[in-house]
């Protein structure tokens, strides 16, 4: 079973940055979109910004310009970089990884148990 394990939650000031990282393990394929959602209290997951296996990064429309999506690949990790937060990015993040053994596969998909990011002065 593929694990994600988050870290790098927690407090930070309006204005201030933080970094999430995301470990996956366990029988990992070579086909993937690896990324972030958040979600605010009695709402659904909205998209951070996945990237895909050629590289390609999604983001959500209030992320763009300030979070930034990049993956070690050797280490099967994907980190979220978030610059100039903002009090609206309070969530709990989750890591999220999709994954199949070819392009015409299905894809299985994993979540992370979530972290919290909290902006506030």
């Keep these: 079973q593929v694990q994600l394990e988050e870290s790098g939650g927690g407090l930070v000031q309006p204005g ?10 366990g ?17 659904q997951r909205d998209l951070v910004g ?3 296996t050629d590289g ?11 979070f930034t999506v990049s993956i070690n690949n050797p280490k099967n ?12 990015d309070t969530a709990i993040y989750y890591c999220y990884r999709n994954q199949a053994r070819s392009p015409w596969a299905a894809r299985s998909e994993y979540w992370g148990q979530g972290t919290q990011v909290t902006v506030s002065s």
């Excluded at 999604?58 to 300030?66: E, H, I, L």
Aim: charged share 15%; with cysteine; net charge positive.
């Design 16 to 25: 201030g940055s933080l970094r999430l990282s995301c470990a996956a393990s």
């Design 27 to 43: 029988p990992l394929d070579g086909i993937y979109t690896m990324g972030w959602y958040r979600q605010y209290p009695g709402k």
């Design 50 to 52: 996945l990237i895909n």
């Design 56 to 66: 390609t990064v999604n983001y959500g429309a209030s992320v763009k310009g300030r």
């Design 77 to 88: 990790t994907v980190t979220l970089q978030m610059n100039s937060l903002e009090p609206e």
